[in-house]
T-cell receptor
Framework: DAGVTQSPTHLIKTRGQQVTLRCSPK?????VSWYQQALGQGPQFIFQ???????QRGNFPDRFSGHQFPNYSSELNVNALLLGDSALYLC????????????FGPGTRLTVL | AQKITQTQPGMFVQEKEAVTLDCTYD???????LFWYKQPSSGEMIFLIY??????QNATEGRYSLNFQKARKSANLVISASQLGDSAMYFC????????????FGTGTQLKVEL
């Protein structure tokens, strides 16, 4: 049973560019959440997708957007990259029901130069 | 708004000893869940243990136990019989009943287990 997978593992971009990160949820899960973890910090909630719609959003600018596909996989897009966007981006999947445990992927490490 | 505080940036423990990692939280919601995750250097967050705000007993999972003191708003993680493989970052997190499945994390504690 495959767990949560994310691609790519590492990514290097320059300021002003755009990036797309991908996540495949654990088998049977229908909800995907994205978190940003800056160096030395705890993860910060970006947003959550369920039934192909953004259901909840954290305190992140509109440069951060996402998408969920019919097979429940998800993308995180970041436009106009800033140096401060350098971080580990974690995807977590769960069931929609409250109380469902979130399973995390290995993350994508984004470096913005 | 909810907040998690972890005041220990780093901790050292000798192999086979027990260690307590501190976590305090702040919320006005009566219903919430508290979690502990382990993050090795590889980056993946590994779920360790969960405590619901209405649970009468402290949660235990193998060598992990959660010392839940509701009145003090603390949820400390106790790791018994530490192993070298326990060396990692440990995060405390909270989820509110009315907050969907969003997790709010603390800043973490770096644990190093020594021989």
């Amino acid at each position: 049973d495959a767990g949560v997978t994310q691609s790519p593992t590492h990514l290097i971009k320059t300021r002003g560019q755009q990036v797309t990160l991908r996540c495949s949820p654990k088998s049977g899960h229908d909800t995907v959440s994205w978190y940003q973890q800056a160096l030395g910090q705890g993860p910060q909630f970006i947003f959550q997708y369920y039934e192909e719609e953004e259901r909840q959003r954290g305190n992140f600018p509109d440069r951060f957007s996402g998408h969920q596909f019919p097979n429940y996989s998800s993308e995180l897009n970041v436009n106009a990259l800033l140096l401060g966007d350098s971080a580990l981006y974690l995807c977590a999947s769960s069931l929609a029901s409250w109380g469902s445990e979130q399973f995390f992927g290995p993350g994508t490490r984004l470096t913005v130069l | 708004a909810q907040k998690i505080t972890q005041t220990q940036p780093g901790m050292f423990v000798q192999e086979k000893e027990a260690v307590t990692l501190d976590c305090t939280y702040d919320t006005s919601d009566p219903s919430y869940g508290l979690f502990w995750y382990k993050q090795p250097s590889s980056g993946e967050m590994i779920f360790l243990i969960y405590q619901g705000s209405y649970d009468q007993q402290n949660a235990t999972e193998g060598r992990y136990s959660l010392n839940f003191q509701k009145a003090r708003k603390s949820a400390n993680l106790v790791i018994s019989a530490s192993q070298l493989g326990d060396s990692a970052m440990y995060f405390c997190a909270m989820r509110l009943t009315g907050g969907g499945n969003k997790l709010t994390f603390g800043t973490g504690t770096q644990l190093k287990v020594e021989l």
